[in-house]
Nanobody, 122 residues
């Protein structure tokens, strides 16, 4: 199973980006898919997650109201629409799969994408 995250890049504060995460390889039953991010010198932190079948979404307080997680089951692709970006959103963003309903800790995930860098300038 491979997860490929892409769509990162430089953006000015207040701008928007949409990240995508394509899954390939062995077909697996997706439960929750999530996005994490890791800023330089900081721990990896939870951003958002979505149940693949029901579409239930969960967000970190720091991004609630600005970011939207979604998925296209037919394309096996996960998205993260990021609006009103702030310099503190600068980080490498990772997509990942959780085989359970626990989603807020990185230890809840068993497959990870390679990360895509988002740089927000003020």
């Amino acid at each position: 199973v491979q997860l490929q995250a892409y769509g990162g890049g430089p953006v000015q504060a207040g701008g928007s980006l949409r990240l995508s995460c394509a899954s390939s390889g062995r077909t697996f039953s997706k439960n929750y898919m999530g996005w994490f991010r890791q800023a330089p010198g900081k721990d990896r932190e939870f951003v958002a997650a979505i149940s693949w079948l029901g579409g239930t979404t969960i967000y970190a307080d720091s991004v609630k109201g600005r970011f939207t997680i979604s998925r296209d089951a037919a394309k096996s692709t996960l998205y993260l629409q990021m609006n009103s970006l702030k310099p503190e959103d600068t980080a490498v963003y990772y997509c990942a799969h959780s085989p359970s309903v626990r989603v807020r800790s990185s230890s809840d995930y068993n497959y990870w994408g390679q990360g895509t860098l988002v740089t927000v300038s003020s």
